[in-house]
């Protein structure tokens, strides 16, 4: 049988050809431009939402560490009295027993700001005094003056315990208040335990004076003897003197720490009012309060 016919008989049988014929190729569908846009936009909104909600929650968490430090400092203020036959801390004067951590001696201006002052009374001093990235300053080789003048909350110290020294707004000496009346507490007599009035309030000052400017020993209220705030809204670009150092940094809201052993965060506007601020103008209603007036 020739070759010719074997293939013909093959074909017959099978009913296959012996010559194949290529099989076409598969197609792939992929994306399109116009998809790709599509799920990139996607994929970026979503990471906003999610670091935006991060940052909220981080935000928020910070927040509540500052109440938290702020209670913790009401309780060592307050510890300070009761040890001390019910004399108030003062705000800024020089005390030759305040020593570190180490219980070294401190010598002024870093012995007479509050922190060191206080610190006997306080369990942590990164968790009372320092926080929320403040911490950083235990770790500089100026630590001691930094704890000092950087703690995140700074004291009222013209109406509570008294500011003694040359930066004073108005030293409560003997000769001054002879002349124009008690305006400053300085024993737990002089004060209801009730209150509400500001000891400490979240605080800033220029990087030049405190550890990149978060934080500082003392803030200002409004008006003394006479104007000390500017009339103008606080904002994050300000100077921070020009609004008594005091630092909205919640929401345009500050963490206040009242007397009365109260945590609490207070807007600009109840910071403008005097009764938060001066004993004397909470007993007498005066929100406008000046002293010696």
């Given at each position: 049988?020739?070759?010719?016919?074997?293939?013909?008989?093959?074909?017959?049988?099978?009913?296959?050809?012996?010559?194949?014929?290529?099989?076409?190729?598969?197609?792939?569908?992929?994306?399109?431009?116009?998809?790709?846009?599509?799920?990139?936009?996607?994929?970026?909104?979503?990471?906003?939402?999610?670091?935006?909600?991060?940052?909220?929650?981080?935000?928020?968490?910070?927040?509540?560490?500052?109440?938290?430090?702020?209670?913790?400092?009401?309780?060592?203020?307050?510890?300070?009295?009761?040890?001390?036959?019910?004399?108030?801390?003062?705000?800024?004067?020089?005390?030759?027993?305040?020593?570190?951590?180490?219980?070294?001696?401190?010598?002024?201006?870093?012995?007479?700001?509050?922190?060191?002052?206080?610190?006997?009374?306080?369990?942590?001093?990164?968790?009372?005094?320092?926080?929320?990235?403040?911490e950083a300053v235990m770790d500089q080789d100026n630590s001691d003056y930094l704890v000092s003048v950087s703690p995140n909350l700074g004291?009222?110290?013209?109406?509570?315990?008294?500011?003694?020294?040359?930066?004073?707004?108005?030293?409560?000496?003997?000769?001054?208040?002879?002349?124009?009346?008690?305006?400053?507490?300085?024993?737990?007599?002089?004060?209801?335990?009730?209150?509400?009035?500001?000891?400490?309030?979240?605080?800033?000052?220029?990087?030049?004076?405190?550890?990149?400017?978060?934080?500082?020993?003392?803030?200002?209220?409004?008006?003394?003897?006479?104007?000390?705030?500017?009339?103008?809204?606080?904002?994050?670009?300000?100077?921070?003197?020009?609004?008594?150092?005091?630092?909205?940094?919640?929401?345009?809201?500050?963490?206040?720490?009242?007397?009365?052993?109260?945590?609490?965060?207070?807007?600009?506007?109840?910071?403008?009012?005097?009764?938060?601020?001066?004993?004397?103008?909470?007993?007498?209603?005066?929100?406008?309060?000046?002293?010696?007036?």
């Amino acid at each position: 049988m020739s070759s010719r016919l074997r293939k013909a008989f093959v074909f017959i049988v099978s009913g296959e050809s012996q010559t194949k014929k290529p099989m076409p190729k598969r197609l792939h569908s992929g994306f399109s431009l116009l998809e790709l846009m599509v799920s990139v936009t996607i994929i970026a909104i979503l990471s906003t939402i999610g670091f935006g909600a991060y940052e909220m929650f981080k935000r928020k968490a910070m927040m509540a560490k500052e109440l938290s430090g702020a209670r913790n400092l009401l309780v060592a203020f307050h510890l300070y009295s009761t040890n001390n036959g019910g004399r108030i801390l003062a705000g800024y004067q020089s005390d030759p027993d305040a020593v570190n951590e180490k219980g070294d001696e401190l010598y002024p201006p870093v012995n007479a700001r509050y922190p060191w002052r206080l610190y006997p009374y306080i369990q942590d001093v990164k968790g009372s005094l320092l926080y929320n990235g403040n911490e950083a300053v235990m770790d500089q080789d100026n630590s001691d003056y930094l704890v000092s003048v950087s703690p995140n909350l700074g004291m009222n110290t013209t109406f509570v315990g008294g500011h003694y020294g040359s930066g004073s707004l108005l030293r409560p000496s003997y000769r001054v208040e002879e002349k124009i009346g008690r305006f400053c507490v300085k024993q737990t007599s002089d004060i209801s335990k009730n209150a509400e009035i500001i000891v400490f309030l979240s605080a800033r000052s220029d990087p030049g004076e405190a550890w990149e400017g978060r934080g500082y020993f003392e803030v200002q209220p409004p008006q003394v003897l006479r104007a000390v705030w500017s009339p103008q809204k606080w904002t994050v670009d300000a100077k921070p003197s020009e609004h008594g150092f005091i630092d909205l940094r919640w929401g345009d809201r500050a963490v206040a720490a009242m007397y009365d052993g109260s945590a609490r965060l207070m807007e600009e506007g109840e910071l403008r009012d005097m009764r938060y601020w001066a004993p004397r103008a909470a007993e007498t209603g005066n929100s406008q309060y000046f002293v010696g007036r």
